[in-house]
Every structure is written in C-alpha cells, then in structure tokens.
Nanobody
Framework: QLVESGGGLVQAGDSLRLSCSAS????????MGWFRHLPGKEREFVAG??????????ADSVDIRALFTISRDNARNTVFLQMSNLNPEDTGVYSC???????????????WGKGTQVTVYS
C-alpha cells in the first residue's frame, strides 16, 4: 500500500516536498515513480528512481528537470518529490506507484496510491 502526503495550497514560487510511504512489502526491491494528473489532461510521468536510489530520471520537461528532485529513503520505506518554484500550471493530483522497470510508461506502474492534491495560486 502506498500513501502520498505533503500536498497543499501554496503560492506561486513556493516549494513543496511530497512523500510516498509504503507498507506491506519489500519497498527497497522496486523502482518508484511519481506521476501527476493535471486538470483536463492525461496522467503524466514526472520522475522515477531505481530501487537503490542511485539512478533517477525525469520527464522531458525543462521545468521538471530543473525544479523537481526525486529521492528515496529505503530505511523509512519512503520516496520523495521535492518541487521548487511552483507555478499554477503545476496544480493537480500527484501520485506514486511502483515498477520493476526503468520506464516512464504509466502502464508499467502498479500499486498506485490515491494521490495528494497540489494547488498553486498566483
């Protein structure tokens, strides 16, 4: 089971750190990914991280690559998404999921959390 937290209502330019906590399985054996579902759009990949946390990869977006950072703490069974300089276009539901691959394909991810709402106002 995955549970996201850390979302909220923030002003443009602010930062947020999202957390995704896992329970009930061996978290450290699986890659993890963050996705977001923006209003009126399909769910999209944001960032992924290998099971050992050594390799990270991001969506082909200049802003995401520059301003978002994924990390994990296997001792705490948690993966994080640090987001900086947020803007209203980042408003949406952010979810985490697990994968056995290095992939940006949403279909290769399973065991989705319910998500956490991020709302950015200008």
């Amino acid at each position: 089971q995955l549970v996201e937290s850390g979302g909220g209502l923030v002003q443009a330019g602010d930062s947020l750190r999202l957390s995704c906590s896992a329970s009930g399985y061996t978290f450290s054996r699986l890659g993890m990914g963050w996705f977001r579902h923006l209003p009126g759009k399909e769910r999209e990949f944001v960032a992924g991280i290998s099971s050992d946390g050594v390799r990270t990869y991001y969506a082909d977006s200049v802003d995401i690559r520059a301003l978002f950072t994924i990390s994990r703490d296997n001792a705490r069974n948690t993966v994080f998404l640090q987001m900086s300089n947020l803007n209203p276009e980042d408003t949406g539901v952010y979810s985490c999921a697990e994968t056995e691959m290095r992939t940006t394909d949403v279909l290769e991810y399973v065991n989705w959390g319910k998500g956490t709402q991020v709302t950015v106002y200008s």
